[in-house]
């Protein structure tokens, strides 16, 4: 096993951690999550959704959340489905568009009224506006290691995706396991694909600790060349329209396991645990 001397983790809990939380937190609370996760040393996150508010309330707040982080000296990603979507996003200070194509048609369909093949044309189109408004722009694959409505997808597809997004110009291609069935069987098989498909463009893991398989899929992952993680802090998260998808994976178990690896993260355990303290008693939660 040939493990990297450092990883990137993308914080993603002000963004997929919130989103399926019932109880609105408050713009204040967002801004003050993304401080912490600063604090302990996060320099790229996904900060806020650019959704249509009336399917995702929690991300309402978008624009309010941007403007309140706009001084901090880190990578603020915001995701977008559509095309109005980025519109909003290039109003604000973010600084990467996070595009979502679905490697199935039931999901795409669910979450963003797009089949698998529609996703993709439409991710592309971001990709390019946000490229020619001098931003960042990123592709994620969602639902790449199944789907709870389809059941398996195929590797093969998952690679095609890639391709396409990667000549779209993304600069980094991510593979999300939205509802946490994968495995780390399933990560080495949609893995050899995309490193195939795409050999020079960076490969993002992002995962669900629905059946306590993260941390061994992400290991697994960062074996076989990952170099970006997603985390959430204290594991928030989840998703509306993928029935069963319980928490991200927790930042601070990400780095935990990295520290251990001695493979540097560039964030510091303990503050992410107060972190995590703080927002899960906001939350009423343990
Ligand atoms: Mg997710």
Redesign the pocket.
Known sequence: MILPETIELVE?GAR?GLQNEKTLVSTADKIELIRRAAAAGARRMEVASFVNPRRVPQMEDAENVCAGIEDLDVVRIGLVLNRRGAERALATCVDELGTVACASDGFGIANQGQTSAESVEEAAAIIRCGLDAGRRAQATISVAFGCPYGGPVDPGRVGEMARRLGDAGAHEIAL?D?IGVAGPGDVVRVMKKVRVSVPDIPIRL?F?DTRNMAIANALIGVSLGASVLDGSIGGL?G?PFAPG?SG?VATESLVYMLDSLKIESGLDHSELCKSAQWILTKLGRQ
């Open positions: 993603v997929d999300a939205t992002h669900h998260g998703c998808a991200n």
